[in-house]
């Protein structure tokens, strides 16, 4: 099995100068300890005295590009820029490279680096990018970490790197807060917000200390820890010590090793009350996603999985959704079947849930040797419903298997990979409870196909509703894909919007249920099927915004829905004329399938 997990770091690029004249070992080590898996970028850089012609420097940068090859050829992990930058001020040089470079951190040693580089207080209260300014090398081994976090604006950056620290060298965190002398608990509005996400950490040790000498506190403290992490002052009039008292408190001192962080972002006049609530669910998201995202590829070892579910004793369900899709599911079936069910018997049942297809749908999938069940007679005692989501609800009815998958049958590309890349994840963690798959969804227009044209609904309805009112879930980078699947034991303890909702409502209940930790998402590659028309796809968003609706009042109360119109306007367009024709599109919600008679009785 590949064991190279797909991780995006937070700090997937970051930037360290490499001067003439310097050590860069300390910078570099801090680097490469934040970036992980990232790229760590090397930047060389000659710094010419005023009033020296510039042309001096060729002996200078020669010796630079030498530099950079020995450290390059010494890791080869690291990437060396070819052009070395050389000024009368090699800060501006650096600065002005920046946007090329795009890294998501430049770090910098502490005092060298700014001695070097003649970076002044003004420079530096308006860097160019995030700043991680590090005193000294680190520890061979990072084992203790402590972040003081007061909940300004850069309480997240701090917060990020240290959590990144703790995933690429395995340290352990202790977040500090420091109150006022006798406070109880937190006043400040923006801990507040920042603590909201803390409590979500739980490898983050939280401690609350009142006092009215922050530096010498955390000073006190750094004994026990091998790096001290913090922001710098963020007060918009912090001008003659741009990154604080305390932070330079702690930067000269010789007890503890040091990094203060710095954003580039300009701290709004009302950050006391506003910055944290705004950035600090991102901490939390961008763990998520960092830790919680996989590719397919990681799992074509089919037998390394195999042994996996055979040692957890667990059986696997494949149900198939289908609405007229003649032209394209028997090529589903008969490919997973044969690398899934007869090579690698990975899968224990395939079945077909047909939603009363009127061409040759149901034929074909029986031809191919699958039970085929239409939804509408399943279950008639509580009515016949339309739509995919009561075919997903009533396919727990007809499957057996401890991990229920969900493929859409309309997938013209189809590789066993769509099906494997959702198991992986739920065999290698018990704790993860849902499994959605994200892929390039190129736009068929004819017979041309346009490069990430597809998921439109995702991006003009779903994401922003995730963002607006469920911000953990907006790592999810394709929340209405039909591939999917999960446990039946969290499964079966949901509700099904019966519609196009399902998607959205189901991954709202598991994060409400289980925490966000219980969702995974896999890169599925690339996804080519039949677009839908404009209307569907408006009719689509109705139904979701519905299905949204439904869960805000079921968190907050209110009758957002029992008010909300539940007929949609369609324009038609005629030669010489337009109309408005009126469809009831209301999105019912089928129940928990747990409270079903005949479900409990059928197990």
């Known amino acids: 099995m590949v064991k190279k997990r797909y991780i995006k770091n937070v700090f997937q690029k970051v930037l360290v100068p490499v001067i003439h004249g310097g050590d860069p070992r300390a910078a570099l080590a801090a680097g490469r300890a934040i970036a992980g898996d990232g790229q760590v970028i090397l930047q060389g850089l000659v710094g010419v005295a005023e009033g020296e012609t510039l042309s001096a420097a060729a002996l200078s940068v020669r010796q630079v590009r030498q530099d950079l090859r020995e450290l390059v050829q010494a890791d080869p992990a690291l990437r060396a820029r070819e052009k070395v930058l050389v000024g009368h001020n090699p800060w501006q040089e650096l600065a002005q490279s920046v946007p090329e470079i795009k890294p998501d951190l430049l770090v910098l040693e502490w005092p060298r680096a700014f001695t070097e580089l003649h970076i002044s207080a003004e420079a530096l209260a308006h860097p160019p990018c995030d700043l991680a300014i590090v005193d000294g ?41 420091i109150a006022p002398p006798g406070a109880a608990a937190p006043q400040d509005a ?9 409590v979500r950490l739980p490898e983050v040790t939280r401690k609350l200390v009142s006092t009215a000498d922050p530096a010498g506190t955390i000073l006190e403290m750094a004994a026990e820890y091998d790096l001290v992490v913090l922001g710098a002052t963020a007060r918009p ?12 408190a702690l930067l000269r001192s010789q007890r503890t090793r040091t990094i203060v962080v710095k954003t580039h972002r300009p701290v709004p006049a009302s950050f006391e009350t506003e910055a944290a609530s705004q950035t600090a669910i991102s901490i939390l998201v961008d763990k998520w996603f960092a830790e919680n ?33 003649q032209d394209t599911v028997g090529e589903v079936i008969r490919t997973i079947k044969q690398a899934l069910l007869q090579a690698v018997p990975l ?21 191919e040797d699958i039970p085929v069940f239409i939804h509408q007679q399943l279950l008639p005692q509580y009515g016949a419903r339309r739509g995919k989501g009561e075919a997903l609800w009533k396919s727990l009815l007809v499957t057996h298997g401890d991990l229920v998958l969900w493929i859409d049958t309309d997938i013209v590309n189809i590789q066993p990979h769509f099906v494997y890349g959702l198991i992986g994840p739920l065999l290698l963690r018990p704790e993860v409870q849902l499994v959605k798959g994200f892929y390039q969804r190129p736009l068929k227009v004819g017979d041309q196909l346009q490069a990430g044209g597809g998921g439109r609904v995702t991006e003009l309805t779903a994401r ?41 409502g189901l991954l709202i209940d598991v994060l409400e249920s289980f925490g966000l930790g219980a969702i995974a998402q896999v890169d599925l590659l690339e996804r080519v099927h039949h677009n839908q028309p404009l209307e569907a796809l408006g009719k689509m968003s109705f139904t979701i915004l519905q299905t949204v609706f439904r869960k805000l009042e079921k968190r907050w109360g209110g009758r957002l829905l029992e008010d909300a119109n539940r007929t949609m306007k369609l324009i038609r367009y005629e030669p010489g004329r337009f109309s408005l024709e009126v469809e009831e599109l209301a999105e019912q919600e089928r129940p928990p399938m747990l409270e079903i008679p005949e479900y409990r009785n059928r197990l």
Do not use: W
Not at 296 to 321: C, G, M
């Open 237 to 248: 009039d912090s001008k003659a010590s741009p990154i604080g008292p305390v932070a330079e």
């Open 347 to 367: 899968l224990d049942e395939i079945v077909l849930i047909d939603s009363n297809s009127t061409d040759r749908t149901r034929q074909i999938a029986a031809e």
């Open 190 to 198: 923006p801990f507040r917000s920042l603590e909201r996400v803390l």
């Open 293 to 325: 995202t996989y590719h397919a590829d990681e799992f074509r070892d089919l037998n390394a999985l195999l042994e996996l579910k055979r040692r957890q004793n667990l059986t696997i369900s494949l149900a198939l959704p289908a609405l007229n899709e």
């Open 137 to 177: 090398p680190l520890p061979e081994k990072l084992g203790k970490v402590l972040v003081s976090v007061r909940g300004g604006p850069y309480a997240e950056l701090a917060m990020r790197l240290s959590l990144a620290l703790s995933r690429n060298c395995q340290a352990q965190v202790t977040s500090l807060h």
């Open 464 to 504: 922003p509703l995730l963002n607006l009112f469920y911000p953990e879930l907006s790592g999810l980078i394709q929340p209405l894909a039909g591939e999917y699947g999960g446990r039946r034991s969290a499964l079966e303890r949901l509700p099904f919007s019966s519609g196009y909702g399902v998607e959205i």
